[in-house]
C-alpha cells in the first residue's frame, strides 16, 4: 500500500507536523499541533477517517465536555421514546 503524506496537511483544527513511527499493529502516529496551540500524537487513520479533528479542546460547548453532551443527548432520546410509545399505546 502506498504511503500517503501527512506531514504539513491540516485535518479540521489538527496541522500534522511529524510522523512518530508506527504501533506495534503498523498504524503510523503523527504529532499534531491544534490551532489552540496544544500537542498532540494521533494515528493517520484516525485523522483521514476524520474521527479526531482537534486535541479535544472543541469537545467542549459552552463549558460542556462531549462526554456530557452524550448523557445529555442520550437521556432526551430516551424521554422522547418513552413519549412516543405513551402516544402510540393511547
Known amino acids: 500500500m502506498k504511503k500517503i503524506e501527512m506531514i504539513g496537511k ?4 489538527l496541522i500534522v507536523n511529524k510522523e512518530l513511527g508506527k504501533n506495534k499493529n503498523g498504524h503510523i502516529r503523527y504529532l ?4 489552540c496551540g496544544n500537542i498532540c500524537e494521533v494515528f ?3 485523522l ?8 479535544k479542546c472543541n469537545n467542549k460547548v459552552d463549558g460542556v465536555s462531549g462526554a456530557m453532551w452524550y448523557k445529555i443527548i442520550k437521556s ?9 410509545n405513551k402516544r402510540s399505546n393511547n
Open 32 to 35: 499534531c499541533q491544534c490551532d
Open 44 to 46: 493517520g487513520t484516525h
Open 76 to 84: 432526551g432520546v430516551k424521554k422522547r421514546i418513552k413519549r412516543s
Open 48 to 55: 483521514r477517517q476524520h474521527k479526531i479533528i482537534s486535541c
Open 10 to 13: 491540516r485535518f479540521g483544527k
